[in-house]
């Protein structure tokens, strides 16, 4: 079971100091709603189910965190209209125009009344109720640059940052202004940290020019906020990019976890002096495909690796699927823990 000394242990890793050990977690939304018998709607809107299942999860997998991620459209449903079933998560009906038009009729929503999240603060409240400062509890949200391409979808939005780049700019100006007081809400309600997805500002997508000329800025000031609400900034972009991590480490986030494509080596030896880093177990081809063996070797080598000097997080570098085995995901959390001791 998570431990009194979490939130201080994370503290020590944030100032890349030693923890008394080293905090354990697992983006494991998609195996938690099958694990727990749910589905998407309840997961994405019903209190109850939301705060049992998170509450079930990190009770039974001795989680040192939660990560309340029902999907990523929760504070864009004033804006755009969604469509969620029981198999899969929100997601638009379809997106919309880019034109500096429908950029005047966004309004910031009224987040303890609006839809659903109301009920998704609410189960912030209860689930740090049962656990206190015992786990660390965190909320999400989508940086910026990542927001647009939500609302705008990937292609228009990677069309914008080469023709209507001044489109592209209000909009980032509207979503940074949304995303600041969204994680503010959440740190309210009592949210320790905030994920901050931004996926579609990796490499996978974007340069690290174009990273700096549109995405950088909006995620900087919004960890700032965050910061100042004292929460802590949480960046997420699954990146193993070598420029784009150097780039990530210089803006102002607490922790940024990384993407499988890179050696956790080599990842601590280009940015560990920095900022601190987390991951990166691949659920795909080790949770999910890999063998038992494989989970336990690769776990004790990220944690091992990881570790040394302090200054990291185990984490997955993405969502562990809901085809995950449940003895590999085990086997997962009793290596880690076994190994998270500075005395191994």
Do not use: H, Q, W
């Given at each position: 079971m998570a431990?009194?000394?979490?939130?201080?242990?994370?503290k020590k890793c944030i100032a890349l100091e030693v923890p008394g050990k080293v905090p354990i977690f697992g983006t494991s939304m998609d195996f938690d709603i099958k694990?727990?018998?749910i589905n998407r709607v309840e997961y994405g809107g019903n209190l109850e189910k939301i705060v049992e299942s998170s509450t079930k999860?990190?009770?039974?997998?001795?989680?040192?965190w939660i990560l309340l991620h029902p999907d990523d459209y929760i504070e864009f449903e004033r804006i755009i209209k969604t469509i969620v079933n029981?198999?899969?998560?929100?997601?638009?009906?379809?997106?919309?125009?880019?034109?500096?038009e429908n950029i005047k009729k966004f309004k910031i929503p009224d987040f303890k009344r609006d839809l659903r999240m109301p009920v998704y603060l609410e189960a912030i409240s209860r689930v740090k109720e049962i656990f206190g400062d015992t786990i660390c509890i965190t909320g999400r949200l989508a940086a910026p640059f990542s927001s647009a391409a939500l609302?705008?979808?990937?292609?228009?939005?990677?069309?914008?940052?080469i023709e209507g780049t001044d489109t592209l700019k209000r909009a980032l100006e509207f979503f940074t202004e949304l995303q600041i007081e969204w994680g503010k809400e959440q740190?309210?309600?009592g949210a320790n940290a905030i994920w901050i997805g931004d996926c579609v500002a990796s490499s996978q997508f974007i340069s690290p020019g174009i990273y700096e000329m549109f995405a950088a800025e909006g995620a900087k000031i919004v960890s700032k906020e965050i910061k100042r609400a004292n929460g802590i900034a949480y960046y997420h972009a699954a990146e193993s990019s070598r420029s784009h991590?150097?780039?990530?480490?210089?803006?102002?986030?607490?922790?940024?976890?990384?993407?499988?494509?890179i050696d956790i080596k080599e990842a601590k030896r280009i940015i560990s002096n920095r900022v601190c880093i987390s991951g990166n177990l691949a659920p795909i081809k080790v949770l999910e495909n890999g063998t038992i063996e494989n989970?336990?070797?690769?776990?004790?080598?990220?944690?091992?690796?990881?570790?040394?000097?302090g200054g990291f997080i185990f984490n997955t570098e993405e969502g562990i699927s809901d085809q995950t085995p449940e003895e590999n995901l085990r086997m997962m959390i009793r290596t880690a823990k076994k190994y998270r001791y500075y005395n191994n």
């Open positions: 431990y009194p000394e979490v939130l201080k242990d994370i694990y727990c018998g999860v990190a009770r039974e997998f001795d989680y040192d029981e198999k899969f998560p929100a997601r638009p009906v379809e997106y919309l125009k880019p034109s500096l609302i705008f979808g990937i292609s228009e939005t990677m069309m914008l940052t740190i309210r309600a991590l150097k780039i990530m480490s210089d803006l102002g986030f607490d922790i940024i976890n990384i993407g499988e494509g989970v336990k070797e690769e776990t004790k080598r990220i944690m091992l690796d990881g570790k040394e000097n």
